[in-house]
């Protein structure tokens, strides 16, 4: 795979947020193909860690389609909480992806542990693993972070997920106040990606 650029990739999410980022960040050239379109529920992601589960999902669709697959799994990790939701990021938005309801969840969270959290500096971070599984490809993987804290409440309609709550370092503004092509520079998911272009 190292010379043998991929033409035809498949995107493993049915997270319509993330499917609409990848999407963006992929070269013009590629044909894309999406999950939602073939009505395949997700798998149960039963790893440790992003990267665990990134596979879990790029293999799953790959078998199911036969088609090259590009999986994410990403989430968010607060110092304080242990580096909770983590892995558990989506999850904490529970089954129809409301994350209204993990945001207040992560509030109440942060309340049990510090009730003066608002006027502290909480550091987290974003992680993304990507993974590519399909025919003839052996593994090919990758992971970016972007370091940063939390706002201490929601602000901004843009991105999705927790990006409203999160400022990255350098800037005073979340992600979800940032303008897509400002947020693609330096996020988690572009770090990740930006490994990855030797095979895309």
Not at 28 to 54: A, C, V, W
Not at 153 to 182: A, E, L, R
């Amino acid at each position: 795979m190292k010379n043998k650029k991929i033409k035809n990739l498949l995107i493993g999410s049915n997270n319509s947020g993330k499917v609409r980022e990848i999407k963006q960040l992929l070269p013009k050239y590629i044909n894309i193909y999406t999950i939602n379109s073939r009505k395949i529920k997700s798998p149960k992601e039963t790893g440790k860690t992003f990267l665990q589960n990134s596979y879990i999902k790029s293999k799953y669709f790959s078998k199911k389609t036969g088609k090259i697959c590009l999986a994410d799994d990403s989430g968010l990790e607060i110092d304080i909480l242990n580096k909770k939701p983590g892995i558990f990021s989506a999850r904490w938005a529970g089954k129809k992806n409301n994350f209204n309801l993990a945001i207040n969840k992560v509030f109440r969270e942060l309340n049990k542990v510090d009730k003066n959290w608002r006027k502290k500096k909480v550091t987290a971070r974003f992680i993304c693993a990507l993974s590519i599984y399909g025919p003839n490809i052996k593994k090919i993987y990758s992971i970016g972070k972007v370091e940063g804290r939390l706002s201490n409440k929601k602000i901004g309609k843009n991105g999705f997920g927790y990006d409203p709550i999160f400022i990255p370092n350098g800037k005073k503004i979340t992600f979800g106040q940032m303008k897509f092509k400002n947020k693609f520079k330096i996020d988690h998911r572009a770090k990740a990606f930006s490994k990855l272009k030797k095979f895309l």
